[in-house]
């Protein structure tokens, strides 16, 4: 008896778990133009973060910059290059203290900048 109850609640389980997978493929509602910024920035911030980390690699200033070049987008590009400028003259003592409290700060604070920036229209541009 203590088997068939085990059972029945393992088919309960897995059609609840089941049901929510379903619920998670639901489509989803349109971004609003807040929300499509507010994840724009968040990628801008992203990006701070691995420039950062890229510095902190040994990666140079000069390779930054030429990658970087190949942003089209106007937005993002001065963006990205205030980034790579600010985080090259970081004194190489303040890269090794705590790399990764660094990155996080570096990263909420390009989010933070981003989300306070006029805009008028949302960048064209892929995740960082």
């Known amino acids: 008896m203590h088997s068939i109850s085990r059972s029945m609640m393992m088919k309960k389980v897995l059609l609840i778990a089941l049901g929510l997978a379903l619920v998670g493929c639901a489509e989803k509602k349109p971004l609003t133009p807040e929300e499509k910024w507010h994840g724009y920035c968040v990628s801008v911030g992203n990006a701070a973060r691995s420039i950062t980390l890229d510095r902190q690699n040994g990666i140079e200033q000069k390779q930054a910059t030429e990658h970087a070049g190949k942003i089209e987008d106007e937005t993002t590009r001065k963006f990205i290059f205030e980034i790579i400028e600010n985080v090259y003259a970081i004194p190489a003592d303040q890269l090794k203290s705590d790399p990764e409290a660094l ?13 306070a920036t006029p805009h008028d229209k949302l960048p064209n541009y892929k995740l960082f």
């Open 103 to 115: 990155r996080e700060k570096l990263k909420q604070e390009y989010t933070d900048k981003c989300l």
